[in-house]
Structure formats: C-alpha cells, structure tokens
C-alpha cells in the first residue's frame, strides 16, 4: 500500500459524521520503533491530543495559518521546538516540564501567549523574529532562563513569575 492509497483509505473508511477523519486513539503500545508523522497538508485543523509516549516528542518546521492551541502538556524528558513559521496566534498555556525547554529560530506574525508554564530544568528561547506581542506570565522555574537574539516587532510583556534559577537575557 503506497502513502496515497493509505489517504484515500483513511478519507473513506475513517471520515466521521463531521466530515472530518478520525484516527484518535490507535494504541502503538508494543511498537518499539518511532512513530513519524510530517510534511501533511491540509486545509481544515489539525486536532492532537493525549499522547502518552516514553520517547522523545520533536516538533520543527511547522508553517500555520491559523492559531495554534497547546495546553496541558506533561513532559519528564526535554521538550525541542524549533524552526516554526505562524502568521495566527500561538497560545501555550499549563504546561509542566522536568526536563529543558528548547524554543528557538521561530518566525510568527500574530501575538504569542506563553502562560502557567511549570518548569524543572533550564528553558532555552533564543533567534525569535515576532510581528505581534509577546505575553509570558505566571511562570514557575526552578531551572534557568536563557533569551536571547530576538528581532521582535511589538511589546514583550513579562510579568508574575516565580524563578529559583537566574533569567538571563
């Protein structure tokens, strides 16, 4: 079966009454190989949620028009995001991390809302190019923070956070 019979598979036996394709809750428990997913196109959303792996979860190279949603992550290994490219708005919001944050290289048009993030090890945010503003409020690190070589275009507002490590920007 090629990648396009599998598509035309998926559009005719997993197509919900919505119209849209339901793949949500395909138990690869035994596999011990990676699972990739990349390069899809689409025209409506893109819907991810409860994920439990024990590997690692990399996220790079991502253009969206729309908003992006990413909330109530639970991460024990380090968290790899780069490379992105938004024209919507990104809310990230509740997320708690044991490991390092990695962000960098991200391009984004519209505003960028970083909230109630709860983070154990070092967060790393560097080679930002933004159009809109930046909100990052009610943060709780005990590890570090490194910000650096941002171009932003509007306002960066940081406010109520709760550091046990030095901010260095």
């Known amino acids: 079966m090629t990648k396009t019979d599998l598509v035309e598979l998926l559009k005719k036996e997993f197509t919900n009454a919505k119209g849209n394709i339901d793949i949500y809750g395909l138990d690869f428990g035994e596999f011990e190989g990676n699972l990739n997913l990349g390069g899809m196109k689409l025209k409506g959303d893109i819907h991810q949620s409860l994920h439990k792996n024990k590997g690692n979860v990399h996220q790079s190279q991502h253009s969206n028009e729309g908003k992006i949603f990413q909330g109530l992550h639970k991460n024990k290994g380090n968290v790899h995001q780069s490379q992105h490219s938004n024209e919507g708005l990104i809310f990230q919001s509740h997320h708690k991390n044991t490991g390092d944050v990695d962000q960098n290289e991200h391009k984004n048009t519209g505003d960028v809302y970083q909230?109630?993030?709860?983070?154990?090890?070092?967060?790393?945010?560097?080679?930002?190019?933004?159009?809109?503003?930046?909100?990052?409020?009610?943060?709780?690190?005990k590890?570090?923070?490194?910000?650096?070589?941002?171009?932003?275009?509007?306002?960066?507002l940081q406010d109520e956070h709760q550091n046990k490590g030095g901010v260095i920007n």
Do not use: M
């Not at 909230?115 to 930046?134: A, F, P, R, W």
């Not at 590890?143 to 960066?156: F, L, M, T």
């Open 115 to 141: 909230n109630e993030h709860k983070n154990t090890g070092d967060v790393y945010q560097s080679l930002h190019c933004n159009g809109g503003k930046i909100r990052q409020g009610f943060h709780k690190n």
């Open 143 to 156: 590890g570090n923070i490194y910000q650096n070589r941002h171009s932003n275009e509007g306002c960066i």
